[in-house]
């Protein structure tokens, strides 16, 4: 199988912040803290879809297999972040209608300063959930990770 490389890495990252929670927003960057939040949390109701394969429903062990997925789910904080900062629809979206901050971070920094198992991956976005179960991939926290790295548009 073909491996994926990434030749450009981005000099920053933005994250877009409402100020509805100034105090939580300043003390955040003022302690070089980053909120991770779990994927219920998040403003988009297909937050974490997926659909199962016929190979993966076929599997004896099939209400197992989706149980660990869900707890792998709920094992990963998202803190979300963007490689531009002038994208309406994102000050729209996660910057109260315009009307909060978009910080910026240095990406070499940043990752110079999180814990060792932290990961940054790049959402993929599509107009469906993504389809589990077509490869053999078993290990359900690798499953959980890449039904988070999509979006729906």
């Given amino acids: 199988m073909a491996n994926i490389e990434t030749y450009v890495v981005p000099r920053y990252l933005y994250r877009y912040r409402s100020l509805v929670n100034f105090d ?4 955040s960057i003022e302690t ?21 394969s016929k190979l993966l429903e076929r599997q004896s062990d099939i209400k197992r297999i989706k149980n660990d997925i869900v707890l792998g789910k709920q094992a990963i904080g998202i803190c979300s972040f963007s490689e531009v900062f002038d994208h309406e629809l994102m000050w729209a979206h996660y910057a ?29 976005y599509n107009e469906e959930a993504p389809e589990i179960g077509r490869s053999r991939q078993r290990d359900p926290d690798q499953i959980a990770k890449t039904i988070l790295s999509y979006k729906n548009y």
């Fill in 96 to 124: 109260d209608q315009f009307k909060g901050i978009c910080v910026a971070y240095d990406f070499f920094n940043l990752r110079r300063f999180l814990p060792p198992d932290a990961k940054f991956s790049r959402v993929y």
């Fill in 24 to 27: 939580r927003e300043m003390k």
């Fill in 32 to 52: 070089g803290y980053l909120y991770c939040s779990n994927y219920k949390a998040m403003n988009d109701p297909m937050e974490g879809y997926y659909s199962a």
